[in-house]
């Protein structure tokens, strides 16, 4: 069974982009991290700035992925919230902030995956020299 689609730009990024394979019209998010909505609560806009300040400089994380990030935020701040209390929670709720992690590029296993785009070479390699 074959795993989930990536995009086009998870291609480039990780470096197995081919024209001839992924050159299809792929709708382009708005680039740039996410902002933080308003309605999240102190925790969770605490995980969301941590995740700011490590994950920005990847490109990996777009302006459609707010709802995602927002969600995922939301629930580690419940399940620290619930560890903090003594309380203890399904095992569905890490499971799920495990699979959202692995979506989003959080976890080591999926930072593994992703490889930072080679700057373009010249076509020329005497060319630089005029």
Known sequence: MPGPTKSKKLHVIQGTYRKSRHDKKEPEPVAGFPIAPPWLGPSAVEIWNDIHRTMEATGVLTQADQMVLAS???LCAKIAD???NGEILPA????????TANKLGLDPSSRARLAK?????PADEWASFG
């Open 72 to 74: 995922f935020c939301v």
């Open 82 to 84: 619930a560890e903090r």
């Open 92 to 99: 569905s709720y890490y499971a799920v902030m495990a699979t």
């Open 117 to 121: 785009p080679e700057a373009p070479k």
